[in-house]
């Protein structure tokens, strides 16, 4: 039975869009990744380094007097734009749950599935090598999955994969999304602030409050999404986690359903007909009022979260995304990939990446089917799950980000981060030379 049934309805049609224009975003935003991942490592190895570090160590400070935070620019990097990121990743998880692969309890159990043994998996294999260590700190580090390096070899691959087995990584890598952010608030949160909490908390709830109250401008979430995240930030917890809290308070719902938006729009194209064959300088208002209402008509009819997700999905993958790459793939592999290869940490996490991911999916993907508990995606063989479970291994901007709050500055950051890229690139070539070989692209004729 296929889990992932193909909706035609208006509904789906307008929540499905988004998903298609965010797969494209990030296969085509991945190779933007690549290269800033690239620039990186070169920046970063070659005899202008000192460069490379000091600049990401540059102190910038924004607000006036003791309402200022001063950090420096891999801190804003990553506490402030990557907190516009987690909001798109909570849309897409709003999403997702509302109409998408999560919407029911069958559909949501295979990525659900995948997700899950794609964390235990890793988490083990990295615990059984660092247990009694400090270093155990990093467990959650080879859990996470980059959508966009995981789209973008799938992309590569073209007509030789079903569509249905993107959607299914892109569902399992949602769900590897949402079990990052509870573990970053949960584990790797330290010198709670419960003033600035509660200040958190009075934000949330007026967000809250708004959406139930209908209002629909971007502005006013947007204001108050920037107190919360201040909010947040001050708490001690990861300020990230304002970034999906502040998604899951935006209006997911249309003001106006699809027969009385082809209405009121039919309405004002007569009135813009009247007005042209009218002519004269008389004709001027009513077709700017007519060219209004469709614009109001536009906006009531398209949901804020959708209109958010459009308006920011293309500036997380081509510009957010490679900043984050450009200020914390320098790794110094002239120290790093060695004691990677030898290190606790370093092996943990490649081996988490490359066998815990395998593994972890698969079997999991396999219990959940064998037990009727739901299905395969239609079209889907296990050769392929076997390839995208390995694809899935591709860590890289995710891992980084929990590598960076699990080490800190400390000595075993580096050592994460060549794990990280060693393991990730392994698990990705071979992931792509299993999926090529398990299907041969479809002929058209």
């Known amino acids: 039975m296929n889990t992932f049934p193909v909706e035609t309805s208006p509904r789906i ?6 998903f298609q224009e965010f797969t494209r975003a990030e296969a085509s935003g991945g190779i933007v990744l690549l290269a800033c991942t690239a620039i990186a490592l070169l920046w970063a190895n070659s005899p202008w380094s000192e460069s490379y570090f000091s600049l990401w160590h540059t102190n910038i400070t924004l607000g006036v007097g003791s309402f200022a935070i001063s950090e420096s620019l891999l801190h804003w990097v990553n506490d402030g734009l990557m907190a516009i990121f987690f909001f798109v990743v909570g849309l897409e998880i709003k999403r997702e749950i509302l109409v998408g692969e999560l919407a029911t309890p069958r559909q949501a159990a295979l990525p659900i599935a995948a997700a899950l043994g794609g964390m235990v998996g890793p988490a083990l294999i990295f615990f059984a090598l660092t247990a009694g260590t400090p270093d155990v700190s990093g467990w959650a580090i080879p859990m996470a999955t980059d959508i966009a390096f995981a789209l973008g070899i799938l992309a590569l691959l073209g007509d030789r994969v079903p569509t249905t087995l993107k959607v299914f990584l892109a569902a399992a890598a949602i769900v590897d999304d949402l079990a990052a952010v509870l573990i970053i608030a949960l584990f790797y949160t330290s010198g709670i602030s419960m003033t600035a ?6 934000f949330l709830a007026i967000l809250i409050g708004a959406n139930l109250l209908g209002i629909r401008r971007t502005s006013v979430y947007v ?17 990230t986690i304002a970034g999906v809290l502040l998604a899951m308070t935006i209006p997911a719902r249309v003001r106006i359903d699809a027969d009385r938006f082809v209405g009121w729009v039919s309405d004002a194209l007569d009135e813009f007909k009247l007005a042209l064959a009218l002519g004269g300088p008389e004709s001027s208002p009513r077709k700017h009022a007519a060219v209004r209402s469709i614009e109001l008509a536009t906006v009531d009819a398209e949901p804020p979260l959708l209109r958010l997700e459009h308006a ?9 995304m490679p900043i984050f790459a450009l200020a914390n793939a320098g790794v110094d592999l002239r120290s790093g990939l060695g004691a990677a290869l030898t290190s606790r940490v370093g092996l943990g996490i490649a081996l988490g990446l490359v066998l815990g991911k395998g593994i972890g999916i698969s079997l999991f993907t396999w219990i959940v089917t064998r037990f009727g508990i739901s299905a395969l995606p239609s079209g889907v063989t296990w050769l392929q799950i076997i390839g995208l479970s390995l694809i899935a291994g591709i860590g890289f901007t995710m891992s980084l980000f929990i590598a960076g709050l699990a080490f800190g500055e400390g000595p075993m950051l580096n050592v994460a981060k060549a794990g990280i890229l060693m393991g990730s690139l392994v ?5 792509y030379m299993i999926l090529r070989a398990a299907t041969s692209p479809r002929v058209s004729i």
């Open 197 to 202: 909490l509660l200040v958190a908390g009075v």
């Open 223 to 239: 204001l108050l999404g920037i107190g919360l995240w201040v909010a947040v930030f001050e708490s001690g917890i990861h300020a």
């Open 312 to 320: 920011l999905v293309y500036w997380v993958a081509f510009l957010i």
């Open 13 to 18: 049609k307008r929540f499905a869009q988004p």
């Open 427 to 431: 698990a990705g070539t071979m992931g």
